[in-house]
């Protein structure tokens, strides 16, 4: 049985929740569910934006048939070949023969690689600025590299003002029967699991995020409707504020993130320490434990913050396990501009210190501050004197920011 939204007079989404999934990509955990977004215009011809993932594809087969109401589908658009949404295309256009592909010469080349089909007389290949005219409707193509991967582009609706803008504004989180983002409270609710959706997925890529965000500048736009979680219709500024901070590696909030690893609590012990001074001078403070907390999170907040610390022990002379992988998450999605701060523990040869900042220095714009806190074992008496430094040295750096 069918199950839709209606977008405006002659769209429809037709996509589909997916709450079962527990690692998005295999990695990042959905503990909300995501949505799969696909939508349908009813014009003189009918065009279908994306299809979705496997895992939601009957539901999608009903929303599509019920939608199209027993009329052909004259136009799949295609904006992203990642199988989250291209999973579905073979059986789509295996469904809907006269259905033309309209995708570019990447998607071409990857549909030819993922589909044994072979699809090559069904394309209708398009290039940035190219129109397409399904009556009422004019589309024009906006090409997007690397926001996801390098074949999408998105797809800008002159006639309703929508721009289709793949995974671009999407969000982690389940539609759960909204699908406006004005139907729910999506900078107090939402926010937090968007920015891990953008840090995670393209946050690597600022620099061609910043371009299509400055081609999308010049676009009157009424909708914009994502592969993942809402469709914006209105009070998309403050939304589109927060990609250009993100995209450009600009912190929102002064303030520091503890990320720490800690095998028995002595770093764990000196890391709250240092939280407690740092709350003390008036600087606010998120903690994680990277053995507890999955790095996509630390990695969202990492984008939240100004200013980081990163306290762990040294584990097989090199950095322990969990604080390895969050860095070489962090240094992966290319964070930029960040003020960073080291704590080490290590019972016979400290190392994990250096080898943070080893890991770290290569990030453009990373500044350290502070003295490396060295602990043997467990932190000293005498040493509190030099959690006290740090935490000066962070809170000057802040209140200077400010
Ligand atoms: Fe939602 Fe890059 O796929």
């Excluded at 016979?348 to 074992?377: C, H």
Aim: with cysteine.
């Amino acid at each position: 049985m069918h199950c839709t939204k209606r977008i405006t007079d002659d769209m429809i989404w037709v996509g589909a929740d997916d709450r079962r999934l527990a690692l998005f990509e295999g990695v990042y955990g959905v503990p909300d569910g995501v949505s799969y977004n696909s939508y349908l215009i009813l014009d003189e011809q009918t065009i279908l934006f994306d299809t979705v993932d496997k895992a939601v594809a009957h539901n999608f087969f009903d929303n599509v048939a019920y939608g199209l109401g027993g009329r052909k589908l004259d136009y799949l658009v295609i904006s992203h070949m990642e199988p989250d949404h291209a999973a579905t295309i073979e059986d789509i256009a295996l469904r809907y023969p006269e259905a033309k592909i309209v995708c570019n010469v990447k998607i071409r080349d990857m549909l030819a690689r993922f589909f044994p089909t072979d699809l090559s007389d069904r394309l209708h290949i398009v290039k940035e600025g190219d129109t397409l005219s399904t009556g009422r409707h004019e589309f024009t193509f906006v090409m997007a590299p690397m926001v996801h991967w390098p074949e999408v582009m998105m797809t800008y609706d002159k006639t309703d003002k929508i721009l289709f803008s793949a995974d671009a504004f999407g969000s982690f989180g389940a539609l759960n029967g909204r699908i406006f983002a004005d139907e729910v409270d999506f900078m107090a609710e939402y926010l937090d699991e968007a920015r891990r959706y953008y840090t995670n997925i393209v946050g690597k890529y600022g620099t061609q995020v910043q371009a299509v965000l400055r081609k999308a500048a010049g676009l009157e736009i009424n909708y914009v409707c994502p592969l993942h979680s809402f469709v914006w219709r209105r009070d998309f500024d403050g939304f589109l504020a927060k990609y250009l901070q993100w995209s450009s590696y600009t912190p929102e909030v002064k303030g520091v993130l503890i990320a720490y690893a800690s095998v028995y609590g002595h770093t764990e012990n000196a890391a709250n320490i240092l939280a407690a001074k740092l709350s003390d001078r008036g600087v606010r403070v998120k903690m994680y434990d990277t053995s507890v907390t999955p790095s996509s999170y630390i990695v969202s907040d990492a984008f939240k913050y100004s200013h980081l610390v990163f306290a762990a022990t040294t584990y097989n002379a090199g950095v322990f396990i969990t604080m390895e992988q969050l860095l070489s998450d962090i240094t992966h999605h290319n964070l930029q501009n960040r003020k960073v701060a080291l704590i080490e523990n290590g019972s016979w040869a400290p190392v994990s210190g250096k080898l943070m900042r080893d890991m770290l220095e290569g990030l453009k714009g990373t500044e350290f501050i502070g003295e490396k806190v060295t602990v043997k074992s467990s932190l000293a008496e005498s040493q509190l004197a030099e959690l006290d430094a740090l935490a000066d040295a962070i809170a000057a750096d802040i209140s200077a920011g400010e």
